[in-house]
Structures are given as structure tokens and as C-alpha cells.
């Protein structure tokens, strides 16, 4: 099964920005798909970004579409989520994953989806 390891994290004021990375290992990183969830104390995870195997296409919710983009780098076995503008509301724990299988991107909301997780990242966005 695949390694990931979440970093970059930190803290921030309102409107500025950061970069996460998402470094994999232990697997062809290039044939999965790949999605960031988040998690904030009292809340159920959830779901912030996809893309697919080869970064051609990607998927967000509302909350954080046109804000925050995932790209990745199968040369450097690496995802990212780029957040810019970012609010308080988006303080949270943040986790990479991969997707298990082939699955429609609308379907990458999913946490089950997912079968290997990062361990997480600290993001405080401070108001």
C-alpha cells in the first residue's frame, strides 16, 4: 500500500495563502487518483479536492472552488493543494489520500473512496 506523508502546513492570517505537499511512496504514484480532506474539531471530514491520475481533471466543492487548487507532479511522486484567500473557516487538520480504484470523479467526495491516508497537517487560519 502506498506512504503519504502531508506538509506545509502552518499558520496564517485571512487572505493569505499556503501551499500543501502530499509526498508518495511504496507504489507507481502516476496510475491513482488522488484527493485532500479536512478536518475540524467537532466536525465530520471533509471533502476539498481530486485529481485524477494524470492531473488532467479536477474536482472541488463550492466551499473552496475557486480558492484552492490541487495539481500534482508524478515525476516527484508529489500532489499539492495550493490554498489561496484563505478564511478562518478553513482551519482544520488537512489529509491526502488515494483512491482505491477507478471511480467517477463526482463519487471522489466520498471518504470510502479512499484507501490509504496521510497522516495530516495543521492549518490555522487565524481571523
Known amino acids: 500500500q502506498v506512504q503519504l506523508v502531508e506538509s506545509g502546513g502552518g499558520l496564517v492570517q485571512a487572505g493569505g495563502s499556503l501551499r500543501l505537499s502530499c509526498a508518495a511512496s511504496g507504489r507507481t504514484f502516476s496510475s491513482y487518483g488522488m484527493g485532500w480532506f479536512r478536518q475540524a474539531p467537532g466536525k465530520e471530514r471533509e471533502f476539498v479536492a481530486a485529481i485524477n491520475w494524470s492531473g488532467s481533471s479536477t474536482y472541488y466543492p463550492e466551499s473552496v472552488k475557486g480558492r484552492f487548487t490541487i495539481s500534482r507532479d508524478n515525476a516527484k511522486n508529489t500532489v499539492y493543494l495550493q490554498m489561496n484567500s484563505l478564511k478562518a473557516e478553513d482551519t482544520a487538520v488537512y489529509y491526502c489520500?488515494?483512491?482505491?480504484?477507478?471511480?467517477?470523479?463526482?463519487?471522489?467526495?466520498?471518504?470510502?473512496?479512499?484507501?490509504?491516508w496521510g497522516q495530516g497537517t495543521q492549518v490555522t487560519v487565524s481571523s
Open positions: 489520500a488515494k483512491v482505491r480504484d477507478t471511480i467517477l470523479l463526482s463519487r471522489a467526495q466520498e471518504p470510502r473512496m479512499y484507501d490509504s
